[in-house]
């Protein structure tokens, strides 16, 4: 039982330049979050999924796109990096409560570092 | 205002030494408080969940809650070294900054 993982683990990117961030969960969970931690600024929501074929924003989600085609996996998108998106990226997932809530108890991956020069 | 405030630290203490990290929040129509331990180069990892108002024990950790002041503490007894990390206190869906702590062999 793996948990959550994310890959990769570090990039550096130029500015402009695409890529995709993957997340994979093998707890069967419906729900999948992307977060960014930046010094002093603690964990910011940037998109999430409350289920296979969903998607909605966060907190932060500019310059983003998200994905989550199969229930298991949840991708974050930079169309078009820039330095400001340089940052510790998080995915994490939770369970559901009764018929249609989430769990407030969140399991995260082990992050991906991204720098944009 | 933030919803969420948590003072960063850093927090340094001996070991053995009996340790309180802190939030305040402004929402009171949060009920669920969780606090997560995130060491170095790691994801957080959920430490302790509070549902409403009170206390809640575990090992060494104790979790409170007050509601009327809108007020959350993390109390961690006889620290170890390796408690050393950052604790993130989280209430609904938004995170603190995260206090990094270091204990002191």
């Known amino acids: 039982n793996a948990g959550v993982t994310q890959t990769p683990k570090f990039r550096v990117l130029k500015t402009g330049q695409s890529m995709t961030l993957l997340c994979a969960q093998d707890?069967?969970?419906?729900?999948m979050y992307w977060y960014r931690q930046d010094p002093g600024m603690g964990l910011r929501l940037i998109h999430y999924?409350?289920?296979?074929?969903?998607?909605a924003k966060g907190e932060v989600p500019d310059g983003y796109n998200v994905s989550r085609l199969k229930k298991q996996n949840f991708l974050l998108g930079l169309e078009s990096a820039a330095p400001s998106q340089t940052s510790v990226y998080f995915c994490?997932?939770?369970?559901?409560?009764?018929?249609?809530?989430?769990?407030?108890?969140?399991?995260f991956g082990p992050g991906t570092r991204l720098t944009v020069t | 205002q933030k919803e969420v405030e948590q003072d960063p630290g850093p927090l340094s203490v001996p070991e053995g030494a009996i340790v309180s990290l802190n939030c305040t929040y402004s929402?009171?129509?949060?009920?669920?408080f969780m606090w997560y331990r995130q060491y170095s180069r790691k994801g957080p990892e959920l430490l302790m969940y509070?549902?409403?108002?009170g206390n809640k024990e575990d090992g060494r950790f104790t979790a409170q809650v007050d509601k009327s002041s809108k007020y959350i503490s993390l109390f961690i007894r006889d620290s170890q070294p390796s408690d050393s990390a950052t604790y993130l206190c989280?209430?609904?869906?938004?995170f603190g900054a995260g206090t990094r702590l270091t204990v002191k062999p």
């Open positions: 509070t549902y409403s108002s």
């Open positions: 929402n009171s129509a949060f009920q669920y």
């Open positions: 994490a997932s939770s369970f559901r409560v009764g018929t249609r809530n989430p769990s407030y108890e969140q399991y």
């Open positions: 989280a209430i609904g869906r938004r």
């Open positions: 707890m069967n969970h419906e729900y």
């Open positions: 999924s409350v289920g296979e074929g969903t998607t």
